[in-house]
């Protein structure tokens, strides 16, 4: 990884070389380094998947918070299993943790 999130020759060499059936990705706020992919990091990224032919796991736990993050799952909905959450950011400015709900989308 390096500021911007995960590297993509670094992802691209992984994928070529331990051909992963699904690959897990935070590209917003990433817990804990707090790194936002910018898009054109995420346009590489979704290149990388659908060459390599892998599997998304996208966790958008932190996603409402950076309401202009365009979510890998749009640029690869056919191979993208997306993960939100409720409890870290509305609780966080709403709820007080006083609520947890997740939801996955395929
Ligand atoms: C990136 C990420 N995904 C998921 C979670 C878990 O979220 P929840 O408590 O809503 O299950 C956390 C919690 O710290 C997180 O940092």
Known sequence: MDE????????????????????????TIHNPTTATMPLSRREEVAEILRRNDVLLLEDDAYGPLEPDAVPLASLIPERTYFMASLSKCESAIILNHSLTCGAVDS
Do not use: E, I, W
Not at 4 to 27: E, N, Q, S, W
């Open 4 to 27: 911007h999130g995960v590297v993509p020759t670094a992802l691209d060499a992984a994928c070529r070389r331990h051909a992963p059936k699904a690959v897990y990705l935070v590209p």
